[in-house]
């Protein structure tokens, strides 16, 4: 997150990596799993129901009290399933109705959607991201993007470009699986924040990097923000692109905002950055008491 995508993103095997320096744009949606098919046995003990005779169900003939023995055990084996599969379906989905909610389900509703940002915004390409890499920078400060931290439970990003220009904004959610390793997530960040003032991935370079004041939220335990210039693009072209990079930790979940902008846009990406990273904070209270409760975070929806 760290560092911003290029101004004109880079086909994705080029495009800047994710992660604080450490985090960053884009991500694809789930697949969900699919399990067994559903629905009752179906009993097959050799004899055609078709024609069987009334003769089945005297109690003097034995083979036809066996069969009825048999059809007996097997409806009720059926009638065992069924409600097993219905409990079963209960249990997973939290009550009713409904899709299960968890804390990876909760990453994918909180970043915010096109029409959450306001007006005179477009999906960008890609629109999402859910890849499970950090951003780390070399000795040299080249940028790389290696698999996520252990103890990484989801990650997953939502970008816009500003209509009519390819200026970028983005905001993400990573889920951990405990505090301590969301805590480490952000100690690492910090540790890069000023550590190489250039960096640079492929052709695009940024300078200026450095530590930003962190905007007033609330319901954070820690936030740290980032600042820096876009000085060459991913095909080499020159650009002066300031950005804006935040990010805030509530418990094991993480939050952050990219705001890149023209020459003179600082203040106004200062402020719209912090006023999206609360945005994303009232979103991640709202998934998590759905959780509990069964249903998704406000303005959660299935538009990807």
């Given at each position: 997150m760290?560092?911003p995508?290029?101004?004109?993103p880079?086909s994705r095997?080029?495009?800047p990596?994710?992660?604080p320096?450490?985090?960053g744009?884009?991500?694809?949606?789930d697949?969900p799993?699919?399990g067994?098919?559903?629905?009752?046995?179906t009993?097959?003990?050799?004899a055609?129901d078709?024609?069987?005779?009334p003769?089945?169900?005297h109690?003097?003939?034995?083979?036809?009290?066996s069969?009825?023995?048999?059809?007996?055990?097997?409806?009720?084996?059926?009638g065992v399933?069924?409600v097993a599969?219905v409990?079963?379906?209960?249990?997973?989905?939290?009550g009713?109705?409904?899709?299960a909610?968890?804390?990876?389900?909760?990453?994918?509703e909180v970043?915010?959607?096109?029409d959450?940002w306001?007006?005179g915004y477009q999906r960008?390409e890609p629109?999402?991201?859910e890849?499970?890499?950090?951003l780390?920078l070399t000795?040299?400060?080249?940028i790389?993007?290696?698999k996520a931290?252990?103890?990484?439970r989801?990650s997953?990003s939502?970008r816009?470009?500003?209509d009519?220009?390819?200026?970028?904004?983005?905001?993400?959610a990573?889920v951990?699986?405990?505090?301590?390793t969301a805590r480490?997530?952000m100690?690492?960040?910090?540790?890069?924040?000023?550590?190489c003032p250039?960096r640079?991935f492929?052709?695009?370079r940024?300078?200026?990097?450095?530590a930003a004041?962190?905007?007033?939220?609330t319901g954070?335990d820690?936030v740290?923000?980032?600042?820096g210039?876009q000085?060459?693009?991913a095909t080499?072209?020159p650009l002066?692109?300031?950005?804006?990079?935040?990010?805030?930790r509530?418990?094991?979940t993480?939050l952050?905002?990219?705001a890149?902008g023209?020459r003179?846009d600082a203040?106004?990406?200062?402020?719209?950055?912090?006023?999206?990273?609360?945005?994303?904070?009232?979103r991640?209270?709202a998934a998590r008491?759905g959780?509990?409760?069964?249903?998704?975070a406000?303005?959660a929806g299935a538009s990807?």
């Amino acid at each position: 997150m760290s560092t911003p995508s290029p101004a004109e993103p880079p086909s994705r095997p080029q495009r800047p990596p994710k992660g604080p320096l450490r985090d960053g744009p884009e991500g694809a949606p789930d697949e969900p799993a699919e399990g067994p098919p559903e629905g009752p046995l179906t009993p097959r003990d050799g004899a055609s129901d078709e024609g069987a005779g009334p003769e089945r169900e005297h109690p003097a003939d034995p083979a036809g009290a066996s069969r009825n023995r048999r059809r007996l055990v097997l409806a009720v084996a059926a009638g065992v399933l069924v409600v097993a599969g219905v409990v079963l379906a209960v249990v997973l989905t939290g009550g009713g109705g409904g899709e299960a909610h968890t804390p990876e389900s909760a990453a994918h509703e909180v970043p915010l959607q096109v029409d959450d940002w306001g007006g005179g915004y477009q999906r960008a390409e890609p629109y999402t991201d859910e890849e499970l890499t950090e951003l780390q920078l070399t000795p040299d400060c080249l940028i790389l993007a290696p698999k996520a931290r252990p103890g990484t439970r989801a990650s997953f990003s939502r970008r816009v470009w500003v209509d009519g220009t390819r200026r970028t904004r983005f905001s993400a959610a990573r889920v951990f699986e405990d505090e301590a390793t969301a805590r480490g997530f952000m100690e690492d960040y910090l540790a890069t924040l000023d550590s190489c003032p250039e960096r640079h991935f492929g052709q695009a370079r940024w300078t200026g990097v450095h530590a930003a004041p962190v905007p007033k939220v609330t319901g954070f335990d820690q936030v740290l923000a980032e600042e820096g210039v876009q000085t060459v693009g991913a095909t080499g072209g020159p650009l002066a692109l300031p950005y804006v990079s935040v990010y805030g930790r509530d418990g094991d979940t993480v939050l952050s905002v990219f705001a890149q902008g023209d020459r003179g846009d600082a203040d106004a990406l200062r402020t719209l950055a912090g006023e999206k990273l609360q945005d994303l904070q009232k979103r991640l209270a709202a998934a998590r008491k759905g959780q509990a409760a069964g249903v998704g975070a406000p303005g959660a929806g299935a538009s990807g």
